[in-house]
């Protein structure tokens, strides 16, 4: 009878180490979801925090090397609206009152406007700037594009459409914030007829 009594024993230890594994499994499953339900937010909000700005629409409309008007909106809340002064288009410069822009020839789509050239409004992470561009303010915006287009055979006038690049960044309180976006330029030509080239009257970017 003696014998037998660990052997009695024996499922009463096993009972409570049931107990014990029912009681730490859950806390253990709950544990890993707790840690995974903590880390994921903030892997996601790292990944956001990196991301830089898209110019997802808008468009950028110069009708001189001295005149234009800009809109573009894009991630983040960032929305600016400007006007363009005097700034860098050599696609006025290079083609008109001179014969560089014959049928065939390439056509450079590239500008910059920077500084005091980019006046008017931007909005940035929820925060409205009016005064951007005034020489008292930290809010200032840099816009560029780049690409080419070639130029169409001799016609009264000519439309040309072309990809191009858009680079920028924009400046205030805040740290500098880059911008990037693409899209199709449309340019419009005209024939100087009295030295058989081409000039341009006007060129529209538009955000794709």
């Not at 290079?94 to 590239?110: K, T």
Request: glycine fraction near 10%; charge should be neutral.
């Amino acid at each position: 009878m003696q014998l037998r009594c660990p052997f009695a024993l024996i499922p009463i230890v096993l009972t409570v180490g049931c107990t014990s594994n029912s009681v730490t499994g859950p806390t253990s499953a709950s544990s890993r979801v707790s840690s995974a339900s903590l880390t994921a937010p903030a892997s996601t909000v790292a990944a956001a925090s990196d991301e830089s700005t898209k110019i997802q629409r808008g468009s950028i409309i110069a009708n001189s090397d001295t005149a234009g008007t800009t809109s573009l909106k894009g991630n983040h809340d960032f929305a600016l609206d400007v006007s363009l002064l005097t700034g860098i288009y050599p696609g006025f410069t290079v083609c008109n009152g001179g014969p560089d822009c014959v049928p065939g020839a390439s056509i450079p789509l590239s500008g910059l406007w920077t500084g005091n050239d980019v006046v008017g409004i931007a909005t940035f992470k929820g925060k409205r700037y009016t005064d951007v561009g005034s020489p008292l303010s930290p809010a200032f915006a840099r816009i560029a594009v780049s690409g080419t287009i070639t130029a169409p055979p001799q016609a009264a006038t000519a439309t040309v459409t072309g990809p191009f690049t858009l680079t920028g960044s924009f400046a205030s309180d805040q740290p500098a914030e880059p911008f990037t976006g693409h899209g199709t330029a449309t340019v419009s030509l005209a024939w100087q007829a009295f030295i058989n080239s081409w000039a341009v009257i006007g060129i529209r970017f538009d955000i794709d």
